[in-house]
């Protein structure tokens, strides 16, 4: 692909924009990223509007300098930016993961700061190869839709989406792009640092020849997934005493993946398990529900009953939390299902709720009607005061941080059978 291939696809990109969008460019002054605000600053036109964000993760003694190099080239080019730096300990394990999190958090901040409606990142081709490799060697298909690599755009927080606009091409015609045009780029160290484990993939990569796979199999087939998904949900799935969701006989007779795919989510959401639950597990309640026989079994932290009226999915009662003291203006995710911000002037204590005997509906057992009411939440003051001051709303564990774009439409059926607002849509086609 010649330099003009990098325009064309940026083209299409901007091209794609449905409203008049701030389109905010994470620059780290690699080529990737350099390639990226170069391509937008020759594309992007009125009424779309550009602007810039460097992290510095204060990981490298040149980094600020490298932020700077990067700040004097977007006021070449008339664009507004701002870097910020990750501040506070680092962690001793997990760096990578802990600095990829708090990257997406300041380029929100970044966002908020430029009022930006859209997030950009660079990567590319190559990334993509790199992060299906690493989830083959781990072994890591997920029950929601294989080993399918990064979406081609990411909401983030429910509050702003993250695009990659450049997931189809390759590093070394980005870089013809940035010699075509005279204009440099950093190299980062750490690319070249065996101790990453994406560096020793990439390097596999590149051993392995031109004709090694190039491109993900697995994303159309995670967004059909998705999406038939989305339709047994809201075909066949009903929430009760805003606890116990019940599944109708009828949604046994699904295809197997997209049942395998409809109850991993369920069950990571009732469980409150960004990751839920995999292999064998879920393997023996797809079984369980097929079979059609009566039974039960826990799977990430919900039980499941099968009875004549249904699969019924209930928190379990093992592994509550402990009470948790929030101060005026704090906020937390308790039990990895609901987002609670105490907006009281007086300190609130969040418990497990009193799991008293209601009167349950038509179909559904008093006991799991119990089990799922002492799941809840219960909010007081101190002093045992009603805590009306705060606000209580249920979280989809795998997509309130990171939601792939390829999930959409499962993730808005579980938000409705929730009774939670949709998801925010992105500004682009």
């Known amino acids: ?78 664009i507004p930016h701002i870097t910020l730096l990750w501040q506070g300990t680092k962690p001793k394990s997990g760096l990578s993961a802990a600095a990829r999190l708090a990257r997406y958090r300041l380029l929100k901040q970044a966002a908020d700061h430029f009022a930006a409606n859209l997030i950009v990142t660079a990567h590319t081709a190559d990334d993509q190869d790199e992060t299906i490799a690493m989830r083959v060697a781990r072994g890591a298909a997920s029950p929601r839709g294989g080993l399918s690599g990064m979406a081609e755009a990411v909401l983030y927080e429910r509050a702003i989406w993250i695009a990659r606009p450049f997931l189809g091409l390759r590093r070394m015609d980005i870089r013809a792009f940035l010699q075509a045009n005279a204009i440099e780029w950093i190299e980062d160290p750490s690319n070249a640092d065996r101790h990453y484990e994406r560096v020793r993939v990439r390097q596999a990569l590149r051993a392995s020849g031109p004709d090694a796979p190039l491109t993900d199999p697995c994303v159309l087939t995670r967004t ?5 998904a989305a339709f047994w949900v809201s075909t066949h799935a009903s929430l009760h005493h805003g606890s116990v969701v019940r599944i109708a006989r009828a949604a046994g007779q699904a295809d197997l993946p997209v049942m395998n795919f409809a109850l991993a989510g369920l069950v990571a959401v009732i469980g409150g398990k960004p990751d839920g639950v995999r292999g064998d597990a879920l393997a023996r309640l797809c079984a369980l529900f097929q079979g059609g026989a009566a039974g039960r079994m826990t799977l990430g932290r919900v039980l499941a009953v099968l009875n004549r009226d249904g ?21 937390c995710v308790w039990d990895g299902r609901f987002h609670i911000c105490n907006e009281n002037v007086f300190p609130v204590v969040i418990t497990r709720r009193d799991g008293a005997c209601v009167r349950a509906e038509a179909g559904i057992s008093p006991s799991l009607v119990r089990l799922g009411l002492s799941g809840l939440p219960s909010v007081r003051g101190c002093e045992g005061e009603m805590a009306d001051g705060t606000g209580v709303f249920m979280a989809l564990a795998p997509y309130d941080l990171f939601l792939p774009g390829f999930d959409l439409a499962f993730a808005e059926a579980l938000a409705a059978l929730l009774g939670l607002p949709p998801y925010l849509r992105p500004a682009f086609s």
Not at 322 to 329: C, I, K, M, R, S
């Open 224 to 228: 059909d997934l998705a999406r038939q």
């Open 311 to 331: 699969l019924f999915l209930v928190r379990e009662g093992r592994g509550l939390p402990d009470p948790v003291t929030l101060a005026p203006g704090e906020a």
């Open 1 to 78: 692909m010649s330099s003009e291939g990098v325009l064309a696809t940026t083209r299409r990109f901007v091209e794609r924009l449905t409203e008049p969008t701030r389109i905010l460019v994470a620059v780290s002054g690699g080529s990737d990223s350099t390639g990226l605000l170069l391509a937008l600053s020759k594309t992007v036109k009125p009424p779309h509007l550009l602007c810039a964000a460097t992290i510095d993760h204060g990981l490298r003694a040149r980094s600020a300098d490298e932020a700077e190099a990067v700040a004097a080239l977007c006021q070449r080019l008339d």
